[in-house]
């Protein structure tokens, strides 16, 4: 199922899109500590940072490393992830069942076809909702923290980034059990009133069609599209779905009329499945707001959007001109629960994040309550590295100014002159020269060695774990990198 994404928009909208303008700070070569670190760290940004002596020649630009394919085990561990793991669990249990309903061998299929359909499209909603997402990474990150074993906390932040594979594999179950009720239906069809089938047609239609439109190589490459009609078509399944489950539990076969309506229906598995996914895809509605927004532009290649409230780290944003479509997800940095203002970086791409430059909003519709990204559980490690490259820092800049304990790098051309003085001053504020590397590629005359610094900074801070935001070629190389080093490390999500 993993695409690699054509279009640099959605790079922009993921936070991971590789922009270009004026340098944070020059960095200067430091003695090696007791670990022997053989990076670059950044002193401090320009205000207030000691000079570097005319005299002292810059370092000189890496050497290009040859280009080393990584070895075919790395490779199958980091496709084959929990995302694709949960998937193949959740298919499989629900074709084994969908071959013992075929068999005659399963009579609660025969009897409650409904309840398997709805019941698979309630949890592919439910992990997919914001509100449950919040109360998952809440009870994780409260409950296992720091004292449980490093590979169970590893284990607790892929199987939180990763739930995207149960919602894949119930949504296609779902659709694949409607299809055989369906075509029972049709091989039975006088037993059933011809409205019943029409509705079990046009439910099974229009679930193939959402599901088609939330496919990687759709959303990745044609956001838009994906965000129209995954969404406009899910809305209608679910009304659908609402029609079919009544029609089909109402109508008696005995006496071919609809006389079990009321009491009977309400009773039935498949309404309270369907109330339930009704629930969890309202829920996240009722959060949405048009809040006052202040767009910073300090280059025409980012805007800085500033909201009101402080918020804790690990959180991303859901931002639109429209109150019901085409919402784009950020990263949000922010000092703390208790700071006046929240962040985003969005970089210049496409036509939403044009729009931010060429026609400012004063006001935009989000979603008050946001949801966790997987930075959120940086709180189960005692010491970590975030790596990003661009706009990637927006994800990960959070992180590192409310935890003294994560180490920030990142990887730029001209930083300063195109994140402006906001996001400079964030930076300069919060996070200590002995905890920061900024690479300037332009000054630096190239990109970095990216594995010989991570391997060296991860060393030296003692990290139990790297997060990883970049765009889709060097979030495959450093997790590459990292799975053959034996670094834990978690990156960016292009399945989901």
Known sequence: MSTKPALAYNDAEKGTL???SPQIADLAKSEKKAADIDVFPVQSLKK????????????????????????????????YNSYRRFFTVVFIVNFIGIGFAIAGKWPYAARYP??????????????RNEI?????????NTFFAKWTPLWFRLACTSTLQHLGGIHSGCAISGVAWIILMVVHQFKTKYMFNDSILAFGVVTTVTLFVTI???????RNTHHNVFERNHRFFGWTSLVMTWVYTIVTN?????????DHIGVYVIRQQAFWYTVGMSTFIVLPWICTRHAKVDIELPSPKVAVLRFE???????????SRSAVKEYHAFGIISEGTHAKYHYLICGVQGDFTKSLVNDPPRRIWTRELKFAGVSNTSTLYKRGIRICTGTGLGAALSTCIQSPYWYLIWIGSDQEKTFGPTISGLIHRHVGPERLLLWDSKTRGGRPPTMKILKEVYDYWQA????ITSNYVGNSEIQQGCKEAGIPAFGTLWDF
Do not use: H
Not at 53 to 69: L, Q
Not at 114 to 127: I, R, S
Not at 132 to 140: A, D, K, S
């Open 18 to 20: 590789d922009v270009r």
């Open 48 to 79: 207030d940072a000691p000079v570097t002596p005319s005299n002292v020649a810059p370092p000189p630009a890496p050497a290009k490393p040859a280009k080393k394919r990584a070895p075919l085990w790395v490779l199958w561990v980091i496709w």
């Open 114 to 127: 409904g309840a398997l359909v709805v019941g698979n499209l309630n949890v592919a909603v439910l992990v």
């Open 132 to 140: 449950f997402g919040r109360c998952l990474y809440l009870f994780v």
């Open 212 to 218: 088609c439109a939330g496919l990687p190589w759709v």
């Open 309 to 319: 409230r402080g918020m804790q780290q690990g959180l991303l944003a859901r931002i």
């Open 464 to 467: 139990e774990v790297v997060f």
């Open 250 to 258: 109402a109508y008696d076969s005995a006496d071919g009329k609809f």
